[in-house]
């Protein structure tokens, strides 16, 4: 009896001894808590968080990866890669991250001013639906009719809706604008460069002119005093800090390589975005910076500019060409080229499946879309006058093999 009830308080004891244990390697080894907005990626484990667009994140690989730089190549006007920019921010602001807008051009808080408002995902639907029924019924009943063409079909179709499962981004309303409340609830910071240089405020001198090492030491002063390095742990939890450059390379920052093809400051872009990286590259933070590449006279600094960006996409609006009122591209305001993808942990470059992109500004939704040029205009165009559109219409460099002949157009 003894000798059983030693080894029952023995089983007990080791029971004892065994359950906490296991408790607590469960409490300690538990999943660490996820960073809000982001997601690991599936391809190369790193952590990326949404452009604020999904049909973007689509493309890009499933969103930008945490620590690098995504380059926006301006259209003429700068008007859709605006938009873009404000996509960026307008998903900072809205999954709490920390944001950094600067400009020399605007000031950053109208830029938030202008923000989209979000949109919930019922909504986004009923969007879509309204978007779809005031379309041309006409143009709708025919393509439904007819058998379209073997290259479209074997294609992958873009995002349509959002889809609950892998839910990763928000949309938004371009025609309603965000609410002061959400902006307010989250943390940012400004740099308007006319301020910067007004105020007087002496800065440690640089290898590049006086507009980007102004803003270069506060992008520093942000990242090391909030702990986005790692240097000293965040206040409360992990988070991302966004940072929007608008227009960088432009007159307004004191550079002149948009005035000149030989410029007195050649090199001081290029050694902005090298520092820049090395910041993103140690601290939770991810880059978006419109450039008017269209403006740079020396065509050098431009590829030198793409080679220190990680992400560049280059849109091209139809505002003003002959592409504007050519009714092969009735339906699209422009094309989207994705230039470049990062290199992250993979020994090979990344390239986009997809070549024949354009972008359209719908009444609330700003949407990507494959290129798909109509098989015919219409029953009073003869074939000759088609022959010519398709001529007068041949698109730049990754969409010249859909409109290289007759045969690609009456089918």
Known sequence: MAAGAAGREGGGGMAALVAPGFHRKAHTGGRLAAIAGTRPS???????????????DQLLGGGLAVGTLLLIEEDKYHIYSHLLF?????????CGHTVLVASAEEDPEHILEELPDPLLENSYKKEVDEEAASGNESLKESVDSMKIAWRYQNLPKMEASPASSSRFGHYYDVSKRMSQEIIQSIKWHRFFLP????????????F???????????????????????SCPQKKKKNILRLGIQSLGSPLWGDDICCSDSPEHTHSLTKFLYALRGLLRMSLSTCIITVPAHLIQNKAITARVINLSDTVVGLESFIGSERETNPLYKDYHG????????????????????????????RKLFT??????PPDLSDTVSRSSKRDLAESAKPSSGCGAMTTGKKHLDF
Do not use: W
């Open 42 to 56: 599936v391809r190369n484990g790193q952590l990326l968080v949404s452009s604020g667009l999904p049909a973007m």
């Open 86 to 94: 404000k996509y960026f921010l307008a998903e900072g602001i809205v």
């Open 195 to 206: 301020e910067e240089i007004a105020s007087h405020s002496t800065v440690e001198p640089g």
């Open 208 to 230: 590049m002119i006086d507009g980007y090492n102004r803003l270069l030491q506060y992008i520093q002063k942000v990242i090391y005093e909030e702990g986005f390095d790692g």
């Open 335 to 362: 094309l989207i080229h994705i230039h470049q993808i990062p290199r992250l942990n993979s020994l090979i470059c990344d390239v986009s499946g997809t070549k024949d992109l354009a972008f359209k500004l719908k």
């Open 368 to 373: 990507i879309e494959r290129l798909h040029l």
